[in-house]
């Protein structure tokens, strides 16, 4: 359990960690790594001086199950550990907001938060892409990549590219919702990430790059976001150059991008008195001496106080793309991001530091997993893999529960109406029950663990016979026979380990592993994900109800989820 002290002595060096100028007289080393009982900090300075906190007050294990808020005015990274791949976060007024690439998951979710640590999920962009392909599960890999949120003209702007269907926006007056119809502003294949910029004098830019990484490219835009006003002009090519955002500081013009790759990547900053360049290049995150890979792809965000930090991405497998944020600050007009542990004149991620100041008491919480499904509406955690067929589900044809009406499909992988929602931390359980008073011959439902593999664990009907199965990746592996009416399925899962197992239950106390146990591997850019399905290899017939939904993992203050 953490202990948590009076606030006036959590930090007795609280003005330098609230500052954020870190400099080369005073680095902030941390060593956070599972082979140690403790987290050890310790300031060190330049001249001879070292303060060391009371490791009591420090968050402990350092298991690395450890994670977003501490509770004690820290926060470990990562901020949200699950996969919100090339994240991008904005502040208005006293909240900030967040988007991040969802691939052929659909729709893209906007996330809230009043501290930059603790989020919840606030609405979802879209729910279906009206191209060829989507009703038939043939983009996977697809759909939005690396999306941007911007607010201007008193409307919150997301702009995204999918690699085959070209450049998108919806806008919306409250970041809740409703968001506006999806404009396709150009039909083009192999653009990505692109960030809309609105000048001081009212002229509209989008940047963009194209599909491996590179060149960054400037366009004209129309002010309403719908249309590019010409080819765009090449501003700047670097080594897997991506991802660029925007900004305007102080009479200077920059370009945040990630370079490098993925895992491999860093931060680079590009700045000038002029869109079109020339441009000043400076990098500043790199993975240095951390276990952080890849500490890249993010947003700069300044808060109400005048403090600024970075949220970035780290690959780390099964999980995904994991969030993190990072200290920022400004030195000679270049920010400052993270701490320059080896002293090379680039910042290195921090795993601990304080929070971002509020001014009052943060609500600790993660985003929404549960649900019992008493709602008319799907909840915000929840997202169909491709298009779903709207008229085969349902949350209110039996009261209290969520429906399938099976459709025909060859395998899961082209299963229509697979419902899905991101694993969460380290280690969790997700259970649900299943009532399947209405299997139909042919029919397969329940639980899936997917990945670049898949795995399931549900009831099936087979010659007049109904089976509890386990399946990898299309191939039965082990079926037994089943009677009754419901049944509980379970999936416990160590993404440290990389070590997952299905078990069921028919009673709801007393579960069996089904199948053995199984590693996940990062797959179609997406980490691993946990869903529901139901489809038929034969024909439409038959149909099954799952009761509620429960998840639980190690994020913080479970109690708080929203």
């Given at each position: 359990m953490i202990r948590r002290p009076p606030r006036s002595t959590l930090?007795?060096?609280?003005?330098?960690?609230?500052?954020?100028?870190?400099?080369?007289?005073?680095?902030?080393?941390?060593?956070?790594?599972?082979?140690?009982?403790?987290?050890?900090?310790?300031?060190?300075?330049?001249?001879?001086?070292?303060?060391?906190?009371?490791?009591?007050?420090?968050?402990?294990?350092?298991?690395?199950?450890?994670?977003g808020d501490q509770g004690n005015g820290t926060y470990i990274n990562p901020i949200l550990n699950a996969d919100y791949s090339d994240p991008d976060v904005i502040r208005v007024g006293n909240k900030y907001y967040m988007v991040a690439s969802d691939f052929h998951f659909l729709g893209m979710q906007v996330l809230e938060s009043e501290d930059m640590v603790n989020w919840k999920l606030l609405s979802q962009v879209y729910s279906r892409f009206d191209f060829p392909g989507w009703d038939t599960n043939e983009h996977y890999a697809g759909g939005s990549w690396a999306p941007a949120i911007r607010h201007h003209d008193g409307k919150f702007w997301v702009f995204f590219c999918t690699p085959d269907e070209g450049l998108f926006m919806s806008n919306a007056a409250n970041p809740a919702g409703p968001w506006s119809p999806l404009v396709n502003v150009c039909h083009v294949e192999k653009w990505e990430d692109p960030c809309p910029f609105w000048d001081d004098d009212g002229q509209a830019y989008l940047g963009r790059s194209i599909h491996g990484a590179g060149p960054i490219i400037i366009?004209?835009?129309?002010?309403?976001?719908?249309?590019?006003?010409?080819?765009?002009?090449?501003?700047?090519?670097?080594?897997?150059?991506?991802?660029?955002?925007?900004?305007?500081?102080?009479?200077?013009?920059?370009?945040?991008?990630?370079?490098?790759?993925?895992?491999?990547?860093?931060?680079?900053?590009?700045?000038?008195?002029?869109?079109?360049?020339?441009?000043?290049?400076?990098?500043?995150?790199?993975?240095?001496?951390?276990?952080?890979?890849?500490?890249?792809?993010?947003?700069?965000?300044?808060?109400?106080?005048?403090?600024?930090?970075?949220?970035?991405?780290?690959?780390?497998?099964?999980?995904?793309?994991?969030?993190?944020?990072?200290?920022?600050?400004?030195?000679?007009?270049?920010?400052?991001?993270?701490?320059?542990?080896?002293?090379?004149?680039?910042?290195?991620?921090?795993?601990?530091?304080?929070?971002?100041?509020?001014?009052?008491?943060?609500?600790?919480?993660?985003?929404?997993?549960?649900?019992?499904?008493?709602?008319?509406?799907?909840?915000?955690?929840w997202q169909f893999n491709h298009n779903p067929e709207n008229k085969a589900w349902s949350l209110t044809e039996q009261k209290g529960m969520l429906t399938f009406h099976a459709l025909k499909a060859s395998s899961f992988k082209q299963a229509r109406?697979?419902?899905?929602?991101?694993?969460?931390?380290?280690?969790?359980?997700?259970?649900?029950?299943?009532?399947?008073?209405?299997?139909?011959?042919?029919?397969?439902?329940?639980?899936?663990?997917?990945?670049?593999?898949?795995?399931?664990?549900?009831?099936?009907?087979?010659?007049?016979?109904?089976?509890?199965?386990?399946?990898?990746?299309?191939?039965?592996?082990?079926?037994?026979?089943?009677?009754?009416?419901?049944?509980?399925?379970?999936?416990?899962?160590?993404?440290?380990?990389?070590?997952?197992?299905?078990?069921?239950?028919?009673?709801?106390?007393?579960?069996?592993?089904?199948?053995?146990?199984?590693?996940?591997?990062?797959?179609?850019?997406?980490?691993?994900r946990i869903g529901l399905y139901c489809y038929n290899t034969q024909s439409t017939d038959g149909k099954v109800a799952f009761d509620w939904f429960q998840y639980e993992h190690d994020g913080p203050s479970i109690q708080n989820k929203h």
């Open positions: 930090f007795p060096y609280t003005t330098l960690f609230r500052s954020n100028t870190v400099t080369r007289e005073y680095i902030l080393i941390i060593r956070h790594t599972i082979h140690m009982k403790n987290t050890i900090l310790f300031l060190l300075g330049i001249g001879g001086a070292i303060v060391s906190f009371a490791q009591s007050y420090l968050p402990s294990p350092t298991s690395l199950n450890t994670w366009h004209k835009m129309s002010p309403d976001g719908t249309k590019l006003l010409d080819e765009g002009r090449t501003v700047y090519t670097g080594p897997v150059a991506e991802g660029t955002k925007i900004h305007k500081i102080n009479g200077y013009y920059y370009l945040s991008i990630p370079e490098g790759g993925v895992s491999e990547g860093w931060q680079t900053i590009l700045r000038s008195k002029n869109i079109y360049g020339p441009y000043e290049k400076k990098v500043v995150l790199e993975q240095g001496s951390t276990n952080i890979n890849g500490p890249h792809q993010g947003a700069m965000v300044d808060t109400p106080y005048g403090e600024w930090f970075f949220f970035h991405f780290q690959q780390y497998n099964p999980l995904g793309r994991v969030v993190h944020l990072q200290p920022m600050h400004w030195k000679n007009g270049w920010p400052v991001i993270g701490v320059d542990m080896d002293m090379n004149g680039i910042g290195e991620p921090v795993t601990v530091w304080t929070k971002p100041r509020t001014g009052k008491q943060s609500i600790i919480t993660v985003p929404q997993t549960d649900d019992d499904f008493s709602s008319d509406k799907l909840s915000l955690q109406n697979t419902l899905t929602q991101k694993t969460m931390g380290y280690k969790g359980t997700t259970t649900t029950k299943m009532i399947y008073t209405e299997l139909a011959e042919g029919q397969y439902c329940g639980l899936a663990c997917i990945g670049k593999e898949n795995y399931l664990i549900g009831i099936a009907k087979q010659n007049g016979k109904t089976f509890l199965y386990f399946e990898k990746d299309g191939i039965i592996k082990q079926k037994e026979t089943i009677s009754g009416e419901d049944i509980y399925l379970r999936l416990e899962a160590d993404a440290k380990e990389n070590n997952y197992q299905f078990l069921a239950s028919q009673d709801g106390k007393s579960y069996k592993e089904i199948g053995t146990s199984f590693n996940m591997k990062f797959g179609n850019w997406k980490g691993v």
